[in-house]
Structure formats: C-alpha cells, structure tokens
C-alpha cells in the first residue's frame, strides 16, 4: 500500500478547501500583533493551534465553525490575505497539489474598510505569488453565507472576476435551517452567465438539503454531500438498493466532495473506518477526496489519503481514481483539466507507482541475504 510519503509525491487535486481554515499558525499570531487583535485564545503556536482544533473534537459543525471567528479576525488587510493566499498556495504545493480550487467569503474580510473586490483582488494576487515556481495551479470559488442576504452580490463578484482566477460559487456556513433555495436569485444569475457552482449540502443536514441544491438550485457539484447515504439501502444478503435521489446524482455524475477528516470531526460521519465514501466510491459514484479545513481539521491532503489507505486498504489504483474524478470535476475549462489529467496526473503516478514498486523486490532480496 503507498506510504504517506509516496502519497505525498503524487499529484492531487483539491476541490474542497477553505482559506480562512488553513492559515499557519504562526502567521495568525504575527497578523493579530500587527493588526491589533488581541482575542486569540493562545499565545505561541502550540497553545494556539491546541485551542483552534478543541471545536474540531465535539462533533458538531457549529461548534467546529467557532474557531473561525480568530482566523477571519486578522484576515481584514489586503496585505494579510495576500500573505495568507500566498502560503496557502506554498503550503498545497508542499503536499504535492498540482490543481486547487480555494474558497473564501469576500463579506467577512470588509471590517476595515476593504471593498469586495478589493478582497477578491488581494487573494488572487496572493495565489499568484504563492504558486510562481511551484508547479501548482490555484484558483479562487467565492463563498456566500447562508445565513446572510449578500448571495446575489457574492454572485455577481465572482461573475466580474471570473477572467482573473475565479472559477466559481458557492455558498457556505450553518446549514440546518438555512435551506439553498433562499438563495436561488444567485445560481439562477450563475446559471444564466454560463459560469459554475457547488453548494454545501449533505453535511449537517440530511437528503431535503440536497435535494434542493441540486433539483431546485441545480448545483453542479456538492460540498460533502456525505448524508446521500441516507438514500441508500443495504440488505442483510448484501444488496444495494439506491432511492431515487441517490440513483440522480450518481446517474447525472454529480460530484460529491467528501472530506473525511472534518466530516467526522463535525459528525456527519462516525468514524473513517464507517465513512460512507468507501461505499459510494464502490458503487462508483462521483466521489473526491478534500481537506475542508487544514488548521481545524489537522491534516493535509495527503494525510487524508493515507487514511484512506490504512482504514480501507486502499492502493495506488484507488488513490489516482479519486484524484482523477476530482480533475474531471473542477471548475477549470476542459482543455486544462484534459492537459493536467494527460500530462501530469497519470504520467505522476506512474512515476510514483513505478518507485513504489520498486522498493519490493530489493526489501525481499535483503530478506533472503539475511537468512
């Protein structure tokens, strides 16, 4: 099975991560000294990141949502969100991300007077910086709260900067109570500029949740989605029958972007082990692989396939099928994802799994000198 450090060298594709959820932090700390933020809840590294990852153990995305508040606190600069874009981009490009997708919320970081596109600006600028030299690209998908009325607004931003490095919509934030057709004015304006959109569904909440999003919203791709296993039923003799909503989306291949890691920590899932990607990736749905929140969550991209790995014994076939199903999932044009799937994608695992596989024989025949 690959290691996490020949995981780490393969190239990966990340759909599902949101900016103000991966900040390092010790750039938190230095961004609150020269902002003037003095609520962080530690006071090195260590006891901060110790206090930002305690909501991600309560098992409620409410909760897990609260740490937040800090993060989005010294994200209120063009120099900081260029800094924080920036590293972002550095940091994906460390793991082995060649292609991302990062979201963000402009409305959160207007407290100090920075316009809306003054904020889309600096993040992009910074996701330039970040990925110069580092063979990844990064593009930005601008988020809505849910519970907010700027979702129109949000929409028309992410319209005006789609030349820039915008390749999408989305909307975000506490899900139950909050249903994706309160905001059906913003995908229906998307909709009619030919541009893209996911839509957290299936996360806190359950099937009504996804059904709106995409019978009612006509979302083109889910943010978790993980609750479609509700729509799923298994005998005791093994047989998978699937309700119709589930047999529509793996029908029309609308993509489910599961995070293992913080669908566990927000409960939306029991464990890794009991995760239901396992199944919807045997019953070949559309699933990809995504961090969520790398500082809350604790992970990276890599780490949350060797998790996989580990829990479900995954191989190198199944890692570059998921990986493969997220580049054919992404916001970017055909010809580029066709080129990263050609060019990068499978000729890096390749490289990897030839690597790989040639560790074995020379480990068997060190064995055989031994005895």
Known sequence: ?????????APKVLLHDHLDGGLRPQTILELARDVGYDDLPGRDAKELTRKLTEGSHR???????????HTVAVMQTAAALRRVAAEC?????????VYAEVRFAPELHTERGLSLDQVVEAVLDGFRQG?????????????????AARSLEIAELAV??????????????????????????????????????????????GLPSIWEAVQWCGAERLGHGVRIVDDIQISREGNVRLGRLAAYIRDRRI????????????????????????????LQFRVTVNTDNRLMSQVTLSEEF??????????????????????KSAFAGFDERLHLINTVIKPGFATVRAASDAVVPAVLLETSDRT
């Open 1 to 9: 099975m690959p290691t996490l450090a020949e995981i780490r060298a």
């Open 59 to 69: 098992g409620h995305l409410e909760v897990y949502l609260d740490a937040f508040r």
């Open 89 to 97: 981009a550095a940091d994906l490009a460390a793991d082995g991300v």
């Open 131 to 147: 990925s110069s030299g580092r063979g990844i690209t990064v593009y930005a998908l601008l988020t809505a709260m849910r519970t």
């Open 160 to 205: 005006r900067h789609r030349e820039q490095g915008v390749v999408g919509f989305d909307i975000a934030g506490a899900e139950a109570g909050w249903p994706p057709s309160r905001h059906l004015d913003a995908f229906q304006y998307i909709q009619r500029e030919n541009f893209h959109f996911t839509i957290h569904a299936g996360e806190a909440y």
């Open 255 to 282: 993509p489910l972007e599961m995070c293992p890691t913080s669908n566990v920590q927000t409960g939306a899932a029991p464990s890794i082990a009991r995760h239901p990607l396992r199944l919807l990736r045997q």
């Open 306 to 327: 060797h998790k996989l790995v580990q829990e479900f014994g995954y191989g190198w076939s199944d890692v570059e099928w998921l990986t493969v199903n997220a580049m």
